[in-house]
């Protein structure tokens, strides 16, 4: 679990540990459709946390209703507000959710990084969307 408090974890509250990820498909007819339509978002890496699923200056279609009422299933790429700095997108992978609806998110690339290590638990409301495909 990282540098995480072990004294503060408590595996009986978890939905789940999501493996992570080691592929993401590329879009399709259906996806640049929606995407069309707005229904889904179109985003660029950035930074260098996820590698090696996903490079900078690489383009990713997120889908912002995917979490309406659920949280995150461990395991999925997710777009979240930054906890620290207001107006900042991150991607990460959810490695767990906890009852309550908060997420541990985690880069890909550990010496990259800045995730749930360093700034905790993600509430679901901070979540955007779930990265569903690069784009194009």
């Known amino acids: 679990m990282g540098s995480m408090n072990r004294e503060k974890f408590d ?8 493996g992570e990820p080691h592929t993401l498909r590329h879009s399709r007819l259906r996806d ?16 260098r ?11 990713v279609l997120i889908d ?7 949280p ?15 107006g900042l997108h991150i991607i990460k992978w959810v490695v767990w959710v906890e009852a309550d609806g908060r997420c541990y998110l985690k880069g ?3 010496a990259e990084s800045t995730d749930s290590r360093s700034f905790g638990l993600v509430r679901a409301e901070a979540i955007l969307g ?3 495909c690069r784009f194009p």
């Open 11 to 18: 595996a009986s509250r978890l939905y789940g540990i999501g």
């Open 32 to 47: 640049v459709l929606l995407w069309g339509l707005r229904r889904r978002r179109r985003l660029r890496v950035v930074g």
């Open 49 to 59: 946390s996820m590698l090696p699923l996903l490079r900078p200056g690489e383009e």
């Open 64 to 70: 912002p209703s995917a979490y309406r009422g659920v």
């Open 72 to 86: 995150p299933l461990p395991g999925d790429i997710v777009v979240a507000q930054q906890p620290q700095k207001t």
């Open 108 to 110: 890909l690339n550990l």
């Open 130 to 132: 779930r990265v569903v």
